[in-house]
């Protein structure tokens, strides 16, 4: 399993507002083309919604459905693939109060399912997903990205 952690402040804003643009996944397409569409169901009875996403990824397109669980009086949220291109996929974004601003947590475990490609196939997932969570938060919010952490899980 491979997992990412990328840290970033949003100088300015506050963690309700930045936690509002990022849970509005609607509109991560216009922050980087690597993303060709996510659509967004209405909401589940318990809050959470179902989304569907289709990146590209090597020339090609993945495809996921995941379930998307709210926290707004944490300011944070999970996500979890239902079915999809991924054996595993999974993280969290959390929005903290730092000084006249907000820090931004990002994190994502994935497994791509193809153990014999695995150690070429999961370094450049890993960097697509952190280069484009970079371009979204810049374009929903301006952060900047202060840490990105990387590791693979062997096990």
Not at 82 to 91: A, K, M, N
Not at 102 to 109: D, G, K, N, P, Y
Request: aromatic fraction near 10%; glycine fraction near 8%.
């Amino acid at each position: 399993m491979r997992h990412v952690a990328l840290h970033a402040i949003a100088d300015g804003l506050a963690p309700a507002e930045v936690y509002r643009r990022i849970s509005d996944f609607g509109r991560y397409p216009e922050y980087s083309d690597t993303f060709r569409e996510v659509r967004v169901e209405p909401p589940q009875p318990d809050g959470s919604t179902v989304s569907d996403w289709t990146v590209e990824f090597r020339g090609g397109l993945m495809r996921w459905r995941e379930r998307d669980t709210y926290a707004p009086e944490t300011h944070s949220l999970t996500f979890e693939q239902l079915s999809g291109d991924f054996q595993t996929f999974e993280g969290s974004w959390r929005c903290e109060a730092r000084d006249a601003g907000t820090l931004v947590v990002f994190t994502a475990s994935f497994d791509l399912g193809i153990p014999t490609l695995a150690e070429i196939l999961d370094p450049v997932a890993e960097s697509t997903v952190r280069t484009n969570i970079a371009r979204i938060l810049k374009g929903l919010v301006g952060a900047e990205v202060i840490d990105e952490c990387a590791a693979a899980a062997r096990g």
